[in-house]
């Protein structure tokens, strides 16, 4: 398998973002985006996923965290997407189930080329310290979008808001890792009768 990394970078008028990704890496997380409650969730993808990330971000933060969220999202979809390349010899599928105390979390991807997300969390409170909730919708409806991968979210239990995002995001780095591990029965193969993804 070739090396699988990316960099992307995406200017509007609300952010400037530059995302890097190596999918073969060992967690390092080199991240700089104003939002540190996210800052704290890419580095569960990061550890968890063993990928390397990094991601500067400059955005429009004295509006609100929305547009720079959701563009980080959306930036770091297209990184993947370019590294992942033809997804031949890859396990195409990915879950995890991870808790954290009382709460519990399972992710499952498919690195389908059609974009789908079905997220399904009560979170208790709205927000952690500052960080609206909200936002982790339009966190992965951006990476979905743009990583073509169809990804279902589930917690299934919690009380604690903090921890039902880290079991979350915990969970997204296990399954991603999964998804894009070789398969030595799938080399050279695409892990699709269409015989394309």
Do not use: W
């Amino acid at each position: 398998m070739s090396e699988r990394k990316a960099r992307v970078e995406r200017n509007t008028l609300e952010t400037q973002i530059v995302a890097a990704v190596n999918l073969d890496g060992t967690g390092q997380l080199n991240v700089n985006i104003g939002v540190p409650f996210l800052e704290h969730m890419l580095d569960q993808i990061a550890r968890h996923g063993l990928i390397d990330l990094e991601i500067e971000a400059k955005g429009d933060l004295h509006i609100d965290d929305h547009h720079t969220v959701e563009d980080v999202g959306i930036t770091l979809g297209q990184a993947f997407a370019k590294a992942v390349g033809d997804k031949k010899g890859i396990r195409r599928y990915g879950h995890a189930y991870v808790p954290l105390d009382e709460s519990l979390s399972r992710v499952v991807i498919d690195f389908s080329g059609r974009p789908g997300l079905h997220m399904h969390v009560d979170f208790t409170r709205a927000t952690v310290g500052n960080f609206d909730v909200d936002l982790f919708q339009e966190f992965f409806q951006g990476f979905v979008n743009h990583a073509a991968v169809t990804l279902h979210i589930d917690n299934l239990r919690g009380t604690n808001t903090h921890h039902q995002a880290e079991t979350i995001f915990k969970a997204f780095g296990r399954a991603l890792r999964m998804a894009l591990e070789e398969d030595p029965r799938m080399t050279g193969m695409m892990p699709s009768t269409k015989g394309c993804l």
